[in-house]
Structures are given as structure tokens and as C-alpha cells.
């Protein structure tokens, strides 16, 4: 079956850099569109960047520029680089997967979903 499993959040101070990853299971990896999304305590989830499997990529507006998001088809491995971060970004970050919708903003399209993990930026 589908496993998506996150790894990579934790603790830093703003301005500081942290790289997520979520290892893939169970499907062709490179055939699916793949997301991040995020969740602070009291907000709703909102999407934070997706890439489609042909590497078309799309990014939340307050995070362009300081976040990428990438994926390694021959590990099966979808990554979040974040640079710059800021306190705002500390949320729950989950990563996503479908083999036909890539939405940004519609993430309850997505059929898979990982456990997520923590980020947390202080000022």
C-alpha cells in the first residue's frame, strides 16, 4: 500500500534552513504529483509547494523564494529545502501524493497523505 513518511523537521532560530524529506512507497513515484502542505495550531492547512511528475512547480506566495521543493524519482524521495526561515513558517508540514491533481490550494484532493512533521522557527 501507499506509504508516505516525513522526516527532516525540528527546531531552529529564524533565519536558520531545514530540509524535509518524504520517502515514497507502495506506487510509481514518478508518475504522481507531489505536495507539501502545512498546518499551524488554530489555522486551517494551507498548501506550501507542489511539483507535478514532469518537475512543474508551484510555491504558497509568502514562501517563494526561500523555499524549494524537489523530488529524486530513483529514490522515491520528495524534499522541502528551507532557507530563511521565518517564525511564521512553524507549522505540522505533510507531504502529499495523486496521480491526477497537483492543486495547490486544494489539498483535500489528494489521496495520500503522510503523518507530517514538526517545524518550529523561533524569533
Known amino acids: 500500500q501507499v506509504q508516505l513518511v516525513e522526516s527532516g523537521g525540528g527546531s531552529v532560530q529564524a533565519g536558520g534552513s531545514l530540509r524535509l524529506s518524504c520517502a515514497a512507497s507502495g506506487y510509481t513515484f514518478s508518475r504522481y504529483c507531489m505536495g507539501w502542505f502545512r498546518q499551524a495550531p488554530g489555522k486551517e492547512r494551507e498548501g506550501v509547494a507542489t511539483i507535478t511528475s514532469d518537475g512543474i512547480t508551484q510555491y504558497l506566495v509568502s514562501v517563494k523564494g526561500r523555499f524549494t521543493i524537489s523530488k529524486d524519482n530513483a529514490k522515491n524521495t520528495l524534499y522541502l529545502q528551507m532557507n530563511s526561515l521565518k517564525p511564521e513558517d512553524t507549522a505540522m508540514y505533510y507531504c502529499?501524493?495523486?496521480?491526477?491533481?497537483?492543486?495547490?490550494?486544494?489539498?483535500?484532493?489528494?489521496?495520500?497523505w503522510g503523518q507530517g512533521t514538526q517545524v518550529t522557527v523561533s524569533s
Open positions: 502529499a501524493a495523486d496521480p491526477w491533481w497537483c492543486p495547490l490550494v486544494q489539498g483535500d484532493l489528494y489521496d495520500y
